[in-house]
C-alpha cells in the first residue's frame, strides 16, 4: 500500500486524528454555545412576556379599548420603569445585532428592528415627560415578545439542520481493540497508525478505514452512503470508519487515520459548501440589503406623508414603525441559508457529496449528461471471455501468461479480470523488467528479454499494427499482446466482457423523463460501445475514446448548445470533469479528497445520478419558492403598513406587522424543512 514507509510514524496528540477529535470537541463546544444562544432567546421571550402583562394592564389605550379604568399616582412611571426593562433587557440582541451590522456597512434586519423599537421607545418616553401624543409601550412590548419568539424558532430551525451533520462527526468511537501480539488492547482511537491491526465486534462502529485483513461480515453503511442495504465485506475489502458491522467479526489493517479517514473528508466538505455562497444565495442578500434600504426610505416618506396630510405625529411614527417591522428582510435573509444547511447534509447522509453548490443548483439545467461506461453503467467487473492466440508460437496459456505479468502491477478491473483468469487455470509466473504504464493505451515491458506491449485497440495503430476484421466485429473489450521478435508482432488478443448494471436501466428512464439526453464515453471498440449504447436505449455513444480525448467530446456537445454533466472516475476523467458544466464522480469511495468533480456519488450507482438531478431540481424549487413568498409578501405587506389603504379603514398595527413578520419566516423555515432526498 502507498505510504509504506509511514506505517511505523507514532500518531502524536498533534495527529489529524488528534485534531479531528479536538476539532470534534470545538464543534461540540460551538453547538453548546448556539444552545446558549436559543436558551437566551426563548429565557428573554417568557421574562418579556410575563412583564408585558402589567404594560398592557397599565396602558392607557388598552384601559380605554377594554373600558376600564385603573389609574394611580405615578402609574405612567412605573409603565416607563417595566417597559424600559423589556426595551433594554428583551431587545438587546437586536440593539447589539444593529451596531455589528452599521460597523461592517451590512444593513439589515437588526438594524429595521432596532430602528422600530427604538423609535416607538423613546417617543413614548417623550410623551411619559410631556410631550403631547400618546404611549406606544404595550406595541413595543408585544412587538419585543414576538420578535423574540421569531429568532427563538429560527435559531431552532437552523440548528436542526446541523444536528445531522454533528451526528456524522459522533459516528466514529472512542476506543478501539488494537492487536498487539496474540492479545488484544484497548487504546484511543486517536492513537492508531497506519499499519496497525484492530478488531470490530459484531454490532460495534468500525473506528477508522482500513482493508479487512480476516474475517468475513456485512457492514452497514447506511449513515455514511444512504445505501440501507447492508454491503458484504471480505478479505481485502475496503472499509469505512463509522460504519457498522453487522455480525462477524473482523481484522482490519489500519489504512486512513484523521483528516485522512472518509468521515472527516465528508465533515469538511459538507461544512466548506455549507458555508460557501452560490449565486443564488448572493442574490437572497442582496435582496435582503435593497429591502433595507428601501424600508428606511419608504419610513420616511411615510413619517413625512403622514405629518404633511395633518396627522398628528403618534400616528405617524406608528405606521413608520409598522413599515420598519413589516420590511424586516427575515424570511428573505432565511430563505436560502435555511435550504443549503439542508440539502447540503441531507445530501450527504445519502452518498451525494456537494464540493460546488452553484454546480449543484445549476443541475436543473443539465440538457445532457456524458456517461463513462466501465464502473459507471457496467458493473465494472470483467471476465475473460476468450483469448485468441494469433502466432503459432504463442499458446492460449502462454499469451494468457504475459497478460498476467503486465497487468499485476494494475487496478484497474481488466487487470483484475485477468489475474482471476490466470489464478484459475494455475498458470506460471513470468518475471518482468523495465515495466512502463502507457496512459489510456496500454502497458510496455521486458519479459523474457523481448520487448512486450499490451495494447488497446486505438494504440495498436500508432504501433503500426492492423488486428483481424473478424476481432474488430468482436462485442466487449478487446486487449491486445504484441512483442519484439525482428520487429513488434502481433501475437495474441484477449476478449473481456462487462455486464450492463440493472440499476443503469432504470436511472436511464428516470432521466428520460425528465427529457435529459445521453450519451456513452468508452475506450471499447464501435461494436462492444453500439452494442451496451443499444441495449440502454442512449442517445449516442463515442467510441475508442482515449482519457485525454474526453474532454474535446464534451466541448463537442457544449459548442451544440447543450448545458454538459459529465460522470466519470474523477481520476482519468479529471480534464473532462472540469470541462462540463457540472463535473460529477462517481464510484469514488474513500478517494474523496483526489476528486476534481462539482459532486461526488459515493456510490458507484447510476441510479443516483438521477436522484441527484432531481433533488438538485427540488433544492433550487425550494430556494424560489422561499424566496417569492419572502419578496411577495413585503410587496403586499408594506404599503399595507404605510396606510395606503387607510381610508378604507385597514390599518396594520406594529404588532400585528410583527406577526405577519414572524409567520412568513416560519412558513419558509417550514417549507425548507420539507426537502426530501428520493431513492429509487
Known sequence: MEHNHHNHEKMNHSSPMAEM??????????NKHAGHSIENFKRKFYVSLALTLPILFLSP????????????????????????????????????GAVGEIKHKALGMMTLISLAISVAYFYSLAVTFGLGGEVFFWELATLIDIMLLGHWLEMKSAMGASRALEKLSQLIPDKAHLKKGNEMIDVDVGELKRGDIIL???????????????????????????????????INSKIIGGSITEEGSL??????????????????????????KSKTQLLADRAAFWLTLIALTI??????????????????????????????????GLAVPLVVAISTTISAQNGLLIRNRTAFENARKITTIIFDKTGTLTKGTFSVKKIYALDNNYSEDKILKIATALEQNSEHPIARAIIAEAENKKIGK????????????????????????ISSPGYLKDLGLTAPDSLNQMEGTLIFVAVENNGLTLVGALNLSDTIRDESYDAIKLLRKEKIKMWMLTGDNESSAKNVSNELKLD????????????????????????VAMVGDGINDAPALAQADVGIAIGSGTDIAAETA?????????????SLVLFGKATYKKMVQNLAWATGYNVVAIPLAAGVLAGSGILLSPALGAIFMSLSTVVVAINAKMLKVKKY
Open 251 to 276: 481484522e482490519i489493517r489500519v489504512e486512513g487515520v484523521g483528516e485522512e479517514t472518509y468521515l472527516s473528508k465528508v465533515i469538511k466538505l459538507v461544512k466548506n459548501a455549507q458555508s460557501s
Open 430 to 453: 513470468l518475471e518482468v523488467a523495465s515495466f512502463k504504464a502507457i496512459k489510456g493505451r496500454g502497458i510496455e515491458a521486458i519479459v523474457d528479454n523481448k520487448k512486450t506491449i
Open 61 to 96: 389605550f388598552i384601559q380605554d379599548l377594554l373600558n376600564i379604568s385603573f389609574r394611580f399616582p405615578n402609574d405612567q412611571i412605573i409603565l416607563l420603569l417595566i417597559s424600559s426593562f423589556v426595551f433594554f433587557f428583551g431587545g438587546s440582541p437586536f440593539l447589539v
Open 200 to 234: 470490530v465486534k459484531p454490532g460495534e462502529k468500525i473506528p477508522t478505514d482500513g482493508i479487512v485483513a480476516k474475517g468475513e461480515s456485512f457492514v452497514n453503511e447506511s449513515m455514511l452512503t444512504g445505501e440501507a442495504k447492508p454491503v458484504s465485506k471480505e
Open 540 to 563: 449516442g455513444y463515442f467510441a475508442g475514446v482515449l482519457p485525454h480525448q474526453k474532454q474535446e467530446k464534451v466541448k463537442e456537445l457544449q459548442s451544440k448548445g447543450e448545458y
Open 299 to 332: 419610513g420616511t416618506i411615510t413619517f413625512v406623508t403622514w405629518l404633511v396630510l395633518g396627522k398628528d405625529i403618534a400616528f405617524a411614527i406608528e405606521r413608520t414603525a409598522t413599515v420598519l417591522i413589516i420590511a424586516c428582510p427575515h424570511a428573505l
Open 598 to 610: 462539482d459532486i461526488i456519488l459515493v456510490n458507484s450507482n447510476p441510479i443516483d445520478i438521477a
Open 21 to 30: 477529535k479536538h476539532n470534534h470537541d470545538q464543534e461540540e463546544g460551538y
